[in-house]
């Protein structure tokens, strides 16, 4: 199938018009990559400056909120845990809420040996006491000064 010279030219035509049009997109294209850039660096300048101090101001509101309600929770959940004498569960919840800052370590109790410790230890230093009185009494003929006459 042969061509006219006439089509020929229109068709040449067309495809110049054709790849101008695309140099012109293409052109388009990139200034619109440019402008999305730009928009891009600009939404994060905002972000950073009016959408993340509200979120935290947001979620510090919730933590001073909520923090009671789940310190209580997770104290009455340890609570219940122990009275049903599920010691392991117990412990790893109490545990979680003290990592999580929510709950305190619970205090060591004074136990028998902690007590026999502390009064053997009070039972050793007024036996030193006493030691110490019945050696510097005043009545004791070895430190009473003689009287020159």
């Given at each position: 199938m042969s061509l006219s010279r006439k089509r020929q030219r229109e068709l040449n035509s067309l495809r110049a018009q054709a790849e101008d049009l695309l140099n012109e997109q293409r052109e388009v294209l990139g200034h619109a990559g440019t402008v999305a850039q730009e928009a891009?660096?600009?939404?994060?300048?905002?972000?950073?400056?009016?959408?993340v101090p509200r979120v935290t101001r947001a979620v510090d509101q919730v933590r001073l909120y909520t923090v009671p309600f789940v310190t209580a929770a997770l104290a009455g959940t340890v609570r219940s845990l122990e009275r049903l004498e599920n010691r392991d569960a117990a412990r790893q919840v109490?545990?979680?809420?003290?990592?999580?800052?929510?709950?305190?370590?619970?205090?060591?109790?004074?136990?028998?040996?902690?007590?026999?410790?502390?009064?053997?230890?009070?039972?050793a230093a007024a036996?030193?006491?006493?030691?110490?009185?019945?050696?510097?009494?005043?009545?004791d003929e070895l430190w009473v000064a003689p009287e020159d006459a």
């Open positions: 891009g660096r600009q939404a994060k300048h905002l972000n950073d400056e009016f959408v109490q545990s979680f809420g003290e990592q999580r800052g929510l709950l305190r370590p619970a205090k060591k109790r004074c136990g028998f040996g902690r007590v026999v410790g502390i009064g053997a230890g009070i039972a036996a030193v006491g006493y030691a110490l009185y019945q050696a510097f009494r005043s009545d």
